[in-house]
T-cell receptor, first 114, second 114 residues
Framework: ETGVTQSPTHLIKTRGQQVTLRCSSQSGHNTVSWYQQALGQGPQFIFQYYREEENGRGNFPPRFSGLQFPNYSSELNVNALELDDSALYLC?????????????FGPGTRLTVL | AQSVSQHNHHVILSEAASLELGCNYSYGGTVNLFWYVQYPGQHLQLLLKYFSGDPLVKGIKGFEAEFIKSKFSFNLRKPSVQWSDTAEYFCAVSIRSSASKIIFGSGTRLSIRP
């Protein structure tokens, strides 16, 4: 069974640029959630994708957007990068249909915005 | 809005000491409760979870947590810590009726003196 994988591991961008982060969900899972973990803080929910549609969103501006593909993998896109976007971005996969919402996390992508 | 509070930002213990990390959440309905651990340089891992049933939950590596509904608490305990328990610990909650986001606390950094 393959766990959640994310790419790239690290990324350095400058203010105003755009970035795309990728996530492959765990085998058997159909839902992907994205979280932002700033230094010294807990992960903050960005949004979740199920059946290729957004299924819940946290308090993040529209310049944070995502996609889910038929194979359940997902992308997180961030436009017009700001310095405060520097963080560890975590992807988590789960199976929609379970009320227990157990999510399995990937290793994360560390984004640095200069 | 739902929230999770972790009372201790940084805890320093000697090996073999007992550990208790506090966690309180704010939500009046049915919740799922989690403790995650993030070892240095590693990704977020599930330590234990509570969905229903026995409020005393046992997890990996000798950790346990007790759900006290009347106090909205889910404290993490370990009778005797080891140097390898040095890590960041996150308490988290999800709303049973909403299979989307997990809300994390700000984390407790645990440092164990050898």
């Amino acid at each position: 069974e393959t766990g959640v994988t994310q790419s790239p591991t690290h990324l350095i961008k400058t203010r105003g640029q755009q970035v795309t982060l990728r996530c492959s969900s765990q085998s058997g899972h159909n839902t992907v959630s994205w979280y932002q973990q700033a230094l010294g803080q807990g992960p903050q929910f960005i949004f979740q994708y199920y059946r290729e549609e957004e299924n819940g969103r946290g308090n993040f501006p529209p310049r944070f957007s995502g996609l889910q593909f038929p194979n359940y993998s997902s992308e997180l896109n961030v436009n017009a990068l700001e310095l405060d976007d520097s963080a560890l971005y975590l992807c988590a996969s789960s199976f929609q249909g379970s009320s227990y919402n157990e999510q399995f996390f990937g290793p994360g992508t560390r984004l640095t915005v200069l | 809005a739902q929230s999770v509070s972790q009372h201790n930002h940084h805890v320093i213990l000697s090996e073999a000491a007992s550990l208790e990390l506090g966690c309180n959440y704010s939500y009046g309905g049915t919740v799922n409760l989690f403790w995650y651990v993030q070892y240095p340089g590693q990704h977020l891992q599930l330590l234990l979870k509570y969905f229903s049933g026995d409020p005393l939950v046992k997890g990996i590596k000798g950790f346990e947590a007790e759900f006290i509904k009347s106090k909205f608490s889910f404290n993490l305990r370990k009778p005797s810590v080891q140097w390898s328990d040095t890590a960041e610990y996150f308490c988290a909650v999800s709303i049973r009726s909403s299979a989307s986001k997990i809300i994390f606390g700000s984390g407790t950094r645990l440092s164990i003196r050898p």
